[in-house]
């Protein structure tokens, strides 16, 4: 039977890689509710007209809308088969409706947790920075510059750090996450559905053992 997979993980987790290289190498779908929101600021139809009058009001997308938007989108052909959900479910609300939606879509659930200890998580995200001219990513804990706070291919370029990438606001999103999210994790282990990985370990170590598993 087909799966839909739940992959998550805190902000810095790297869940993201993960559901790329499944993507990319198993041809898996990475469905990100993300990604969906940005494509409808700009889209032209009844669901993303209410979406861009919502978000216009500056009031946060419901439950409801959200459901709808990810049901919308898996009920394209691409989605026939496995595929893998990004940022959704995020409320134990949410993951009640995407039960009914498997039920229809005649689809079994399973969760993935990527598991890193919150220290690393701050190291990952106020450590990264990131050059202005051409993207490349560093880390001053797990992958410095050669020269401090510049670019190694770009010399004269000052590294940047994103916003929301300094100590007070990766904080919050951690607590965020912790409040939203964490009742997820007990939601699907308690029905035996959740599968927590190590995500400290080699990229590739980490997709091996998620491959196995999808």
Excluded: W
């Amino acid at each position: 039977m087909s799966k839909i997979i739940v992959l998550i993980g805190a902000p810095g987790a790297g869940k993201g890689t993960q559901a790329r290289l499944l993507q990319e190498r198993r041809g898996i779908p990475q469905i990100s509710t993300g990604n969906m929101f940005r494509e409808m600021k700009n889209a032209d139809t009844p669901l993303a007209h209410e979406v861009q009058s919502i978000m216009a009001s500056g009031k946060l997308i419901s439950d409801d809308l959200t459901y709808k938007i990810v049901r919308e989108r898996t009920s394209k052909p691409d989605t026939a088969g496995t595929y893998l959900l990004d940022g959704y479910p995020r409320t134990a609300v949410q993951a009640d409706q995407l039960e009914g939606l498997a039920t229809e879509q005649g689809k079994t659930i399973r969760a993935i947790e990527v598991d890193v200890s919150r220290d690393e998580l701050l190291k990952r995200l106020t450590g990264r920075r990131s050059c202005p001219v051409c993207g490349e990513i560093y880390n001053i804990y797990s992958k410095p510059p050669k020269v401090d706070g510049f670019c190694d291919l770009h010399s004269d370029a000052v590294l940047d750090q994103r916003a929301d990438d300094s100590e007070e606001k990766v904080t919050v999103r951690l607590a965020t996450y912790d409040e939203l999210t964490r009742p997820l994790l007990d939601y699907y282990e308690r029905s035996g559905r959740l599968k927590k990985i190590d995500g400290t370990g080699e990229i590739e170590d980490i997709y091996r053992e998620i491959e196995g598993i999808v």
